[in-house]
């Protein structure tokens, strides 16, 4: 049900303007995104951001859903893919990022 109301939301409209910064995707040990970036933090008063790399064309991007405390990671996991489809599994934080065993997603303003 988490997921299914967190994409949801994603179509709603619920995102601020996108403010630049500062963003590190890590997934299995590779880099996908480092350096500067767009943040966009969701209008629902959970704290659930996307960060998206600064490219023209086929930008990696990532999500972090959270809820009732607990986050879910997702990205998009091809350049050119419109939604974050593959998921990267329940996260914890860790200052400015969001982790587990697989991933990292941080975002710095």
């Not at 303007?17 to 880099?31: E, H, Q, R, S, Y």
């Not at 970036?37 to 008063?45: F, K, R």
């Not at 405390?69 to 998921?87: E, V």
Request: proline share 1%; net charge positive.
């Amino acid at each position: 049900m988490f997921v299914v109301l967190g994409v949801a939301g994603l179509f709603a409209g619920d995102t601020v303007f996108a403010k630049p910064g500062k963003c590190m995707l890590v997934i299995d040990g590779k880099t996908y995104i480092s350096g500067k970036c767009d943040i966009d933090m969701y209008n629902d008063g959970t704290g659930s951001f996307q960060i998206t790399e600064l490219r023209k064309k086929g930008a990696y991007f990532a999500q972090v859903l959270i809820d009732q405390g607990t986050a879910l990671g997702y990205w998009n996991g091809t350049r050119n893919a419109t939604h974050a489809h593959s998921s990267l599994g329940e996260m914890t934080r860790d200052g400015a990022c969001w982790q587990n065993d697989r991933a990292r997603i941080c975002a710095w303003k």
